[in-house]
């Protein structure tokens, strides 16, 4: 008696067997899917649709709603390698184009199962809790970035043993690049609070002298590896009453802004006395300066770029964003003039009362 023909499309009895072992065989790897799956019930039930879903791809029918899931993919991979595996061995009997044919409805049913990845990202962005994930990442970046800073500045200082020049340069470098990102990381936690947060709240004494040193050292890597020149210029009544820290946060920020956008010459951060207790601060280049239409939005956060040639002053816009806020917190605006052949000058103005003795306690005068 003859056997009746199968119909175009359809699985032969020894491919249909592969397929059965395929999906039996899962629980001897339920090892590697036990953190996707709630229970090996689920896995069961997912792994049964996956494999009606491959045959129906087989004989060119719809496979219908698929999960898309970590653990349906998880599935697909094994699957598919189990059935790699039986194809291998000469008893399983399975032609060599039906073998393909499966093979081939795996990884059309693999790519349907593919987590929306996207979407599921967009989707918890934009749900209640989307600001305390983005707050969630930027802390766990900024932990291990301040072991890198903390590392990197031991090993320049020769702490852990003498550096050569070259060594110092690049721990240097490593340094800057780190303090960026954990600059950037800070920038999205502040963006979140508002970002007008001054942590000083009360006014304290400090010297402008030690903020432009600290900015210094923090740029000059950066500097010295593009061959510009960082020029600072310092009042000559230094020790003042403010907020040091959102003042060194600005600073720092424009003048690191200032060195990505300027490929020759000079950038140079001035702070001179103004008319009573004004103190002017400035930090300019001699960059390519801003487009006209570039300025509307460049103290804007997370602004985008219509086409691949617009110019943007910083990729997110987040640094100058907190730093316009920081500086109205600080009673002041920060202001921009620029040119395409001029550069680009930040300034702003503070009123810093001069610190007295009394005011300055241990700090030398």
Not at 212 to 239: C, M, N, W, Y
Not at 240 to 247: E, K, M, Q, Y
Request: hydrophobic share 40%; glycine share 8%; with cysteine.
């Amino acid at each position: 008696m003859t056997e009746s023909p199968r119909p175009p499309g359809s699985l032969s009895p020894a491919l249909q067997a592969a397929l059965d072992r395929a999906r039996l065989g899962i629980e001897e790897e339920w090892h590697l899917i036990i953190s996707d799956a709630a229970s090996r019930d689920e896995a069961r039930q997912q792994v049964l649709v996956l494999s009606d879903g491959f045959r129906a791809v087989v004989q060119g029918e719809s496979p219908g709603e698929l999960p898309r899931s970590v653990l349906g993919r998880r599935l697909v991979e094994i699957l598919r390698r189990r059935l790699l595996r039986d194809f291998a061995s000469p008893a399983a009997g399975v032609p060599a184009d039906e073998a393909l044919r499966l093979l081939a409805a795996a990884d059309r049913v693999h790519e349907m199962v593919e987590p929306d990845w996207a979407g599921h990202f967009a989707d918890r962005l934009s749900g209640p809790d989307g600001m305390e994930l983005v707050v969630e990442v930027a802390h766990d970046l900024r932990s291990p970035l301040t072991s890198i800073l903390f590392l990197a500045e031991t090993l320049q200082r020769g702490r852990s043993g003498p550096v050569n020049q070259v060594q110092e340069r690049q721990l240097g470098l490593i340094y800057s690049a780190a303090f960026g990102l954990s600059s950037m990381a800070s920038d999205v936690i502040e963006l979140a609070r508002g970002g007008d947060r001054l942590v000083d709240l009360d006014p304290t004494p400090f010297s402008i002298r030690d903020i432009l040193e600290s900015v210094r050292d923090i740029v000059q890597p950066i500097a010295e590896e593009k061959g510009l020149e960082v020029h600072l210029e310092a009042p000559d009544t230094d020790f003042r009453i403010g907020h040091p820290v959102a003042l060194s946060r600005v600073l720092l920020n424009l003048t690191t802004n200032a060195l990505k956008f300027t490929s020759e010459g000079r950038v140079e951060v001035h702070v001179a006395a103004g008319d009573g207790e004004a103190v002017n601060f400035s930090v300019r280049d001699t960059g390519r300066g801003i487009p006209s239409e570039a300025i509307l939005m460049l103290f804007e956060p997370f602004r985008r770029r219509r086409g691949q040639t617009d110019y943007a002053f910083s990729g997110s816009g987040l640094g100058l964003s907190i730093c316009r806020k920081l500086v109205e917190a600080m009673g002041s605006s920060l202001l921009v003039d620029t040119g395409p052949t001029e550069g680009t000058r930040f300034h702003f103005s503070l009123q810093l009362p001069v610190a007295s003795m009394h005011d300055l306690g241990g700090l030398p005068a």
